[in-house]
């Protein structure tokens, strides 16, 4: 089964410090990795895609890792802002239009 | 770009009515989905437009779903006799191109709600 698993679920972080994000896949046959950032009522917004060659990729101050042999991947959010509160999606892309959505983890910055 | 459009932002109905929401992708892609979210979890996909032409169904999309993209623009989501169970956020979203390597662009989505 393709499965696409996040950790933590939720955590809690003081504004300008650092958190690391989880994602472990077994989707097969594997195409990409995507991350997403969905807002409380608002539809997800990619944040980065990395293919099978790739293993970072950054946008502003988030930066992705793939390790596409142990099928693990990860989301670093440097010096957090209050607007970085939100849920954080993996997803991975088979060879086709399928997109196979990890639970995401919910991220909440504090003053 | 105005980016992806869906109507109404909300619904509240009552179980068994029927209810269509409306998805307006960006103007140049040719590829349309259409996901369901609950809380607390990931989209799950329900269907898959390419132009016009209604390419793949989930086994999630019973046969009181019904979406349609006529003209290869905008596309609707039917559901028929609704029940509880369809209370979920509604999510439409488009792509281009080779969808490996282009992110799919996500609407705001529609709330069901169903009393």
């Known amino acids: 089964k393709n499965q696409v698993e996040q950790s933590p679920q939720s955590l809690i972080i003081l504004e300008g410090k650092n958190c690391t994000l989880q994602?472990?896949?077994?989707?097969?046959?594997?195409?990409?990795l995507r991350w997403y950032k969905q807002d409380t009522g608002r539809g997800p917004v990619s944040l980065t895609i990395m293919t099978f060659s790739e293993n970072t990729k950054s946008n502003g101050r988030y930066t992705a890792t793939l390790d596409a042999d142990t099928k693990q991947s990860s989301l670093h959010i440097t010096a957090s802002q209050l607007s970085d509160s939100a849920s954080y999606i993996c997803?991975?892309?088979?060879?086709?239009?399928?997109?196979?959505f990890g639970a995401g983890t919910t991220v909440t910055v504090r003053a | 770009d105005t980016g992806v459009s869906q109507n109404p932002r909300h619904k509240i109905t009552k179980r068994g009515q029927n209810v269509t929401f409306r998805c307006d992708p960006i103007s140049e892609h040719n590829r349309l989905y259409w996901y369901r979210q609950t809380l607390g979890q990931g989209p799950e996909f329900l269907t898959y437009f390419q132009n016009e032409a209604q390419l793949e169904k989930s086994r999630l999309l019973s046969d009181r779903f019904s979406a349609e993209r006529p003209k290869g623009s905008f596309s609707t989501l039917e559901i028929q006799r609704t029940e509880q169970g369809d209370s979920a956020m509604y999510l439409c979203a488009s792509s281009s191109g080779q969808v490996n390597n282009q992110p799919q662009h996500f609407g705001d989505g529609t709330r069901l709600s169903i009393l």
């Open positions: 997803v991975v892309n088979r060879d086709d239009y399928k997109l196979s």
């Open positions: 994602c472990n896949y077994t989707v097969s046959p594997f195409s990409n």
